[in-house]
């Protein structure tokens, strides 16, 4: 028989067993007759030495091996009844742990994606992305990712290097930003890269239609494209082979869609619509730059590389065979050799891993697994809290159980049983939770990459369900197999030394949580505090009515001097509009956290800073007419630049506040020079207030502004509007006018300068947003653990309370009682958790904004939240113990 | 009153039982009869014993059962050896021989003897 089969005729076996029992007894009983005894004497002998009926079978049932299948299934339907019978508790364990495992779930799907994933290709463990250590040669060119960026001719000889590498690939975004993109009327703006030819086969990913392109697309330059699913779906319909063969104009040129990536594959930077082979135009140079080309300048490290190793090449031993290459190929452009004082470049080679960047989110992803974790121990309590309640009503039921001959173990396996099946729920239901925590994550982040969580993820969830499952299911267990068999003879009295061990139990859980909660507290405290001050920060000028979006003037200019007359053109046509207060542009977006970076020069010479330890670097940023009018940054002395600062006028600057005092403090600035290159002053004609150029968190650094059409008119510019009322309902007839210069240019990245501000932030609003729900889930569960020890201890204490009431107890004294008894856990979890909140705050610091991670203010405030909801869960029992009748009360033992 | 009993050493029950059933299907209750009335009621075996051995023996496949009506016209179950049976009593008789003869030699030795 299988052990089905078994299991199928249970009942058949069950019935044999029993007849050949019977069997047995009854012949005994003839034979004990038939050797003279009375026949009551006989069934008294033969029952005598038979035994237990019951505890025979069970044996027998173990001696064929298959019991534990019968009993599991046993256990598993007798749990089931038993959970159904106290549906409140089930839903309450259930739904706690789903909290937990659920919280913990959707962080580390995001932690993963960010940090762990591999890419969804075949044997990922291959690719790896290229590093050079520790930057770029002196004297190249880059493009400020100095260590992920290499020349043209470097990769060109790496790529040949097929006994270290099955495939070099290159890659790079066609702009800084999104690009625009059109394939029907309206342009769009996607994220587009360029790569090797070799993308699509080196990493093994599949077509979902179409073919991908090749390297001979790549030599030829070929107009074609691949696009990604997610981008198919959402501007194609899905349709996938209907895509195929359209046009698709990218920065107006025509490209003829040939294939689609299968969906899953997101590219190589977290989130890519499209694919093109790399290209020689000037205006598909690397990061959408205005600069040589990436082929005409072998010295410009622009492109970042990847690569899958040959099979059965290390990581270690292909940096080993391709040094020289690298080296050769690094410095022949810079005459052979590296400078006298520099130490010759090294490659690395790193396992491509989550999302490029993403170590710098280690920390807030740290913090935020931390405080799911807590989350997770604090739920922990609880539901062991309610398990131990629950296998105390039960004792009676347990004891009998003994009593006729069950076993200890069984029991044990009985209740373990019970926990694994609410751990399992818990875990389904978390998992569903954690999927739609994931898609508010998503739009609360901004998330832009997937997140689709994987196998990793579901391995995590598996593991900590059954880490929580040990770790509440466990201690109850024991505790509640130590039953002694005698209860159940025994009258209620008799249970309560038994209680007393588990509320001492219960406290010392709630004093941990209470301990946990602070914790958690605190930290959120911190972070709101840090958003606050974020939010709250003085910008230095007026966003409300601010309105920014970004051109890309390649379309219709080919020149400084073009591209002059082109913004030129557009300002006045926006200045025009209705409701349009001023107008004005920048090179670099205001915000965005972009910045240009170099030592100042002040009257021709490296700038002295005056002050100690203050750098002589300066920030700069080229700018329109009116920019400082049109933010509304006070122009401290001097002028505003105007429409007169052309091209071949006077060169000018402006300068703020921070600079004057910096470099030349005590003097006049206007009149004086500053420059990036010392053969190109600029003479300074204003001074301005500080404001703040790359985001939020910026300090005061010394600024200098250049008129745009003085620098560099040809690149992208982004172009401020102050406009009354609603800053985004304008955007519709700048879209008009804007088209009026070229059907394919869009508006790139248009929004509110204030949206553009928060997103700086985004991180720590983020941060602030998750913490206060993690503090508030926290805080409910310690309140619910703290409400539930103290109403058993006020049910238990219910004759008492009446004895105590009858001698003259006030009802007050009796809600100073337990309340008093409630405060003392939160007191005790306080004494345990001021310390530990102290030390782990140490963690929080990088994320923090003017506030200290020991700020004095929010521990006291957190320490006081703690106190005031244990106060408020303490007083629904405390007031049930007060309105206890005491006639009624000792009338119930 | 009954023969004074004696405990049976622990594994020869199994023995027991392999022995018994090699003489023909018998049931539970015949077994117990049988080794109690061969021993002089020496040996008593418990039915909280017997029967989780028969049932572990016939899940090893030592012993096959079938049920059969007995001479008394009631149905009762029969075990009989397998070929494993037979192979595992001639492994286990021998062993136990070997086993009582050692022990014999040994209690020979009278206190004076040397070893």
């Not at chain 1, 030349?664 to 204003?686: C, E």
Request: proline share 5%.
């Amino acid at each position: 028989m299988n052990w089905w089969q078994r299991l199928w005729r249970k009942r058949e076996q069950e019935r044999r067993l029993e007849q050949e029992l019977c069997f047995h007894f009854e012949s005994q009983i003839a034979d004990n007759i038939r050797a003279g005894m009375s026949e009551d004497e006989a069934r008294r002998r033969a029952r005598l030495e038979f035994g237990a009926l019951e505890s025979v079978k069970e044996d027998c049932r173990e001696a064929r091996g298959t019991v534990w299948l019968d009993s599991t299934w046993q256990d598993l339907r007798f749990s089931l009844r038993t959970l159904r019978k106290t549906p409140a508790f089930t839903l309450a364990a259930v739904f706690t742990l789903a909290l937990g495992i659920g919280a913990n779930t959707a962080i580390f799907n995001v932690t993963n994606a960010i940090l762990l994933r591999s890419l969804p290709v075949p044997d990922p463990q291959q690719i790896v992305s290229l590093k050079v250590e520790p930057a770029q040669p002196d004297g190249a060119g880059n493009t400020g990712d100095s260590e992920t960026s290499f020349s043209e001719l470097v990769f060109e000889r790496l790529r040949t290097r097929h006994d270290a590498f099955s495939a070099v690939i290159a890659h790079v975004p066609l702009g800084f930003n999104k690009i625009s993109v059109r394939h029907g009327e309206v342009p769009e703006e996607v994220s587009g890269e360029m790569t090797s030819g070799n993308l699509f086969s080196g990493l093994g990913v599949r077509m979902a239609c179409g073919r991908p392109f090749t390297l001979e697309d790549e030599y030829n330059h070929a107009a074609v494209t691949v696009l990604s699913y997610a981008y198919l779906e959402r501007s194609f319909a899905g349709n996938c082979p209907g895509a195929l063969g359209q046009t698709l104009h990218i920065k107006g040129f025509p490209f003829t869609i040939v294939g689609v990536a299968a969906r899953g594959f997101f590219g190589l930077v977290g989130s890519t619509d499209l694919w093109i082979p790399l290209q020689r135009r000037p205006e598909f140079n690397a990061w959408g730059s205005s600069n040589d080309s990436y082929y005409a300048d072998v010295n410009w490290w622009c492109l970042p590389l990847m690569a899958r190793l040959a099979p059965g090449i290390s990581a270690e031993r292909a940096v080993v065979m391709v040094t020289p290459a690298f080296q050769r190929a690094a410095y022949e452009p810079l005459g052979g050799k590296p400078h006298p004082d520099e130490k010759p470049r090294t490659l690395a080679l790193v396992p491509m891993r989550g999302i490029p960047g993403g170590q710098g989110q280690a920390k807030i992803l740290t913090v935020l697994m931390a405080m799911v974790g807590l989350i997770l121990v604090i739920a922990c309590g609880n539901i062991a809290m309610l398990l131990v309640a629950r296998n105390t009503a039960r004792q009676r039921e347990f004891s009998i159980r003994l009593a006729i001959g069950g076993s200890r173990f069984r029991l044990f396996r009985q209740l373990l049983t019970d926990s694994l099946l609410i751990t399992g729920a818990g875990a389904a239901l978390g998992w569903l939770l954690s999927l739609v925590a994931k898609r508010a994550l998503v739009a609360w982040a901004g998330i832009d990459f997937d997140v689709t969580p994987d196998a990793t993820v579901l391995l995590f969830t598996i593991g900590i369900a059954i880490l929580a499952g040990v770790v509440f299911g466990l201690a109850p267990l024991i505790a509640a197999v130590r039953v002694p068999i005698g209860l159940a003879l025994k009258s209620s009295a008799a249970n309560l030394s038994q209680s007393r061990g588990r509320l001492r139990a219960g406290r010392f859980i709630v004093a941990l949580q209470v301990s946990m909660c602070l914790m958690l507290v605190a930290a959120s405290g911190l972070l709101v505090g840090t958003l606050r001050n974020l939010e709250h920060i003085n910008l230095g000028f007026r966003t409300s009515g601010l309105v920014v979006f970004g051109i890309n003037p390649q379309l219709v200019a080919h020149s400084n001097a073009e591209a002059s007359v082109f913004y030129q053109a557009l300002l006045d046509k926006l200045r025009a509009l209705p409701g349009v207060e001023s107008v004005t542009l920048m090179g670099n977006r205001i915000g965005s956290g972009w910045s240009n970076n170099t030592t100042a020069i002040v009257d021709g010479k490296n700038a002295v800073a005056s002050g100690p330890n203050a750098s002589t670097g300066m920030r700069w940023n080229d700018v329109g007419p009116d920019f400082f009018t049109t933010l509304g940054v006070p122009i401290l002395r001097g002028r505003d630049l105007n429409g007169r600062d052309s091209d071949a006028a006077p060169k000018v600057a402006i300068v703020n506040e921070t600079f004057a005092k910096r470099f030349l403090a005590g003097r006049d600035p206007l009149g004086h020079s500053v420059s990036f290159n010392p053969a190109k002053p600029y003479t300074i004609v204003g001074v301005v207030a500080n404001n703040k150029y790359t985001g939020v968190r910026e300090h005061d650094t010394p600024m200098a502004y250049f008129p745009y059409t003085q620098t560099d008119a040809s690149g992208v510019k982004h172009i401020e509007m102050r406009v009354a009322g609603d800053p985004v309902r304008v955007l519709p007839v700048v879209r008009k006018t804007v088209a009026g210069f070229s059907p394919d240019m869009a508006l790139l990245q248009p929004m509110t300068q204030q949206a553009q501000f928060d997103e700086t932030i985004s991180d720590e609003r983020l941060v602030a947003r998750l913490s206060i729900c993690f503090g508030a889930l926290a805080v409910l569960l310690v309140a619910t653990g703290l409400y539930g020890t103290l109403a058993y201890n006020v049910s238990r204490r219910t004759s008492e309370i009446g004895v105590r009431m009858a001698l003259g107890a006030r009802r007050f004294d009796v809600l100073w009682m337990i309340l008093r008894e409630g405060l003392l856990v939160c007191l005790i979890g306080i004494a345990v958790g001021l310390p530990l909140t102290l030390l782990s705050s140490g963690l929080l610091e990088s994320l923090l904004f003017g506030l200290a991670p020991r700020d004095p203010f929010t521990t006291s405030l957190a320490i006081v939240g703690v106190i005031l909801v244990s106060a408020a869960a303490g007083l629904v029992p405390a007031s049930r113990a007060a309105s206890v009748q005491p006639t009624v009360a000792l009338r119930e033992e | 009153m009954d023969a004074p009993r004696t405990d049976l050493p622990q594994g020869t029950l199994d023995l027991l039982i392999l022995h018994v059933a090699a003489l023909g299907p018998v049931h539970g209750y015949a077994i117990a009869q049988r080794i109690q009335q061969v021993s002089r009621a020496a040996l008593q075996v418990q039915q909280g014993s017997l029967y989780p051995a028969l049932h572990r023996l016939e899940n090893k496949g030592s012993l096959a059962a079938e049920w059969k009506e007995t001479e008394t016209g009631r149905e009762a179950k029969f075990y009989r050896l397998t070929a494993k049976g037979r192979r595992q009593l001639k492994d286990e008789t021998e062993g136990w021989h070997r086993l009582a003869e050692a022990v014999g030699l040994i209690l020979q030795l009278s206190e004076g003897d040397s070893v």
